[in-house]
């Protein structure tokens, strides 16, 4: 199995408060992904990473931040935290970007936003 | 904009065969991957597709139509364990990103 660690898994917070997630990879693969998963709405890009410190939107990138400080770790920051940002949080690494190889995700952090 | 379209629901009876169709509009395109999602779990790559044709790995194939900017995963001897979410991805207007269709949820009847 690819090296890859989502902290924490699960996450209970107040509206308003600001939450970090983590996600840790051992694989050094270049290309590193942030996605929300929602009933009826499939895997949205949230933001991705093409190298320590390059970084861009996806699609559903509004209220959240991203930081890639090291070619490891790939962190997503919700600024704020809104009962709309409730959702299980996918992140995932390739070594070649879209061109055909495949993308290993960590399991997931379920975030609850009360 | 880009997108990618799957029916949101197939059930097949075991030992059947399955298709599960992908249509897509992206302003870049650099190849159709699919991936398998079971409920409670993490989506695991299945395949991929770079040119026109059939790519077949065991009971699964995956085909690609760029001139149709259409795709399919086709699941062969089905069986209970297939039950699952299936998601087509594709780049979108550069070849970093990985944008994923909304899913198909099949499910396998005895």
């Known amino acids: 199995d690819a090296g890859i660690t989502q902290s924490p898994r699960h996450k209970v917070t107040e509206t308003g408060t600001p939450v970090t997630l983590r996600c840790h990879q051992t694989?050094?693969?270049?290309?590193m992904y942030w996605y929300r998963q929602d009933p009826g709405h499939g895997l949205r890009l949230i933001h991705y990473s093409y190298g320590v410190k390059d970084t861009d939107k996806g699609e559903v990138s509004d209220g959240y931040s991203v930081s890639r400080s090291k070619t490891e770790d790939f962190l997503l920051t919700l600024e704020s935290a809104t009962s709309s940002q409730t959702s299980v949080y996918f992140c995932?690494?390739?070594?070649?970007?879209?061109?055909?190889?495949?993308?290993?995700f960590g399991q997931g952090t379920r975030l609850t936003v009360v | 904009g880009q997108s990618l379209e799957q029916p949101s629901e197939v059930t097949a009876v075991e030992g059947a065969i399955v298709q599960i169709n992908c249509t897509y509009q992206t302003s870049g395109f650099y190849g159709l991957s699919w991936y398998q999602q079971h409920d409670g779990g993490a989506p695991t790559f299945l395949s991929y597709n770079a040119l026109d044709g059939l790519e077949e790995t065991g009971r699964f194939s995956s085909f690609l139509s760029r001139s149709d900017s259409y795709g399919y995963l086709l699941l062969q001897e089905l069986q209970m364990k297939d039950s699952a979410s299936y998601f087509c991805?594709?780049?979108?207007?550069?070849?970093?990103?990985?944008?994923f269709g909304s899913g198909t949820r099949l499910l396998v009847r005895p």
């Open positions: 694989e050094n693969h270049r290309y």
């Open positions: 991805a594709a780049g979108g207007d550069s070849s970093y990103k990985l944008i």
């Open positions: 995932a690494i390739s070594e070649g970007g879209t061109g055909g190889t495949e993308a290993f």
